[in-house]
């Protein structure tokens, strides 16, 4: 098995199913991790639904998830465009020209240690400088690629990092995204110019979350009485109680979430209006 791959799905976020002449119903299927497990979302000609079914991955992966594409015909279909959002600790920037895979397996286990059979993905980030890698346990990326032919995995990390650096440009000022998975917190920092840092931390509590952002805040530079803070979380606190704790130190802060929307994967929150759609619905 290839341990490096590159993803140049960009296009799948543009059209996500070739026309075929026949009505279909399910254009694409979106399948993100969660502290707990999966969530799922399809796009269809209809609109975009979440399910609130979640698998818990701890325990049921892969043999649940896999029973459970093959009940709603989702498995095993080359036309049907999937894409995966996973989580993972494990990523880095280095400049582009830094391409070939032996340099970038050896700047994984010198940042990372050696965690064993890993799979690499790269893509470029949108500076057009840098190239985003990330790393999966490879039986894990075996286990999607088997059921899901047509798969664009996508790092939430990439996402993320992506998300900030346009955000900052967009509004003009300084921009700061944090993103909690469970007791994992990744910031993102970026000024109109450029991404400033990114990195991962493990946190107890939402005082030990304050201390490494305003810790961070400090070691690039930023103003946390001007930069914009955008937050997502994803552990067991609400966006207003971590806006609580900390509204003393950053005077503007938002709350952004991950999309079912295929062409914005990540976006700041907004309220839906829309009920969601049932699950098992005949879709295939």
């Known amino acids: 098995m290839e341990h490096f791959r590159e993803n140049i799905s960009r296009r799948h976020l543009k059209h996500t199913m070739q026309d075929s002449g026949k009505p279909v119903l399910l254009k694409q299927l979106i399948i993100r991790t969660v502290p707990d497990g999966f969530l799922f979302g399809k796009v269809s000609t209809r ?55 032996r340099s970038l397996e050896e700047y994984f286990r010198f940042q990372n240690g050696d965690e064993g059979d890993q799979q690499i993905y790269t893509a470029p980030f949108d500076d057009g400088k840098q190239l985003f890698c990330w790393q999966v346990q490879a039986e894990r990326d075996r286990q999607f690629e088997k059921s899901l032919p047509n798969m664009t995995l996508w790092s939430s990390s990439y996402l993320v990092a992506n998300w900030t650096y346009h955000q900052a440009a967009k509004a003009d000022i300084s921009a700061l995204t944090v993103h909690l998975f469970g007791h994992s917190m990744q910031l993102f920092m970026a000024d109109t110019h450029r991404l400033l840092f990114a990195n991962s931390f493990t946190v107890k509590n939402a005082e030990e979350m304050a201390y490494f952002i305003l810790r961070c805040l400090e070691q690039v530079g930023m103003d946390p009485t001007t ?30 979430e991950f999309s079912l929307n295929p062409d914005q994967l990540f976006r700041i929150a907004k309220k839906e209006t829309n009920d969601e759609d049932e699950l098992n619905e005949d879709d295939a």
């Not at 399910?51 to 594409?69: E, G, N, Y």
């Not at 979380?233 to 003393?248: D, G, H, R, W, Y």
């Open 47 to 101: 609109g975009t639904g979440k399910s609130k079914l979640r698998l818990f991955a701890a325990i049921d992966f892969p043999d649940k998830l896999v029973s459970f594409l093959k009940e709603n015909h989702w498995s095993n279909r080359p036309e049907l465009k999937v894409s995966i959002i996973d989580f993972t600790n494990r990523f880095m920037l280095v400049p582009s020209k830094v391409a070939d895979d």
């Open 227 to 256: 930069v914009n803070t955008y937050l997502c979380s994803e552990n067991n606190m609400t966006f207003i109680e971590l806006q609580n704790v900390l509204a003393p130190y950053l005077a503007n802060v938002f709350e952004a």
